[in-house]
């Protein structure tokens, strides 16, 4: 928790719940995650381009074929969370999040280290 700097702009975030059930329709999981409200950042101020990184169906079966043809192997890795903890470029801070917040701390926010969920 750090002190916000002046003229910096701390980003909302919000938790979300989400209870797993298992094939009878009783709870398994129980998950949390912490979300930037990305609604909140305007294109041009708080960030310049977004884009989601997306393949075509056509193209993973040329890719299957072609390594099949030739005898190849395919690995797999795991991309989404390679994009979700990428290192960042500038300095971002956060507010505490509803609920969350810490007692005569109230003023502070948290520096981000990482990229999360959510964040442009």
């Given at each position: ?16 719940y989400?209870v797993k ?8 999981k129980?998950?949390?995650r912490l979300?930037a409200k990305?609604f909140?950042?305007?294109e041009?101020?708080d960030?310049?381009k977004?884009f989601a990184?997306?393949i075509k169906?056509?193209?993973i079966?040329f890719v ?6 030739f005898?190849?192997r395919?690995?797999q890795?795991d991309?989404?969370?390679m994009?979700l903890?990428?290192?960042l ?11 969350f917040?810490?007692?005569?701390k109230?003023?502070l ?6 990229t999360?969920y959510?964040?442009?």
């Amino acid at each position: 928790m750090v002190e916000l700097p002046f003229g910096k702009k701390p980003i909302i975030t919000k938790w979300i719940y989400k209870v797993k059930n298992d094939s009878n329709g009783k709870p398994s999981k129980y998950k949390a995650r912490l979300m930037a409200k990305g609604f909140e950042e305007r294109e041009g101020l708080d960030f310049q381009k977004t884009f989601a990184l997306i393949i075509k169906w056509s193209t993973i079966i040329f890719v299957v074929v072609f390594t099949t043809h030739f005898g190849w192997r395919i690995s797999q890795m795991d991309v989404k969370t390679m994009f979700l903890n990428g290192d960042l470029k500038k300095k971002v801070y956060l507010m505490q999040p509803e609920g969350f917040v810490q007692t005569r701390k109230e003023h502070l926010v948290s520096k981000l280290n990482k990229t999360f969920y959510g964040f442009r």
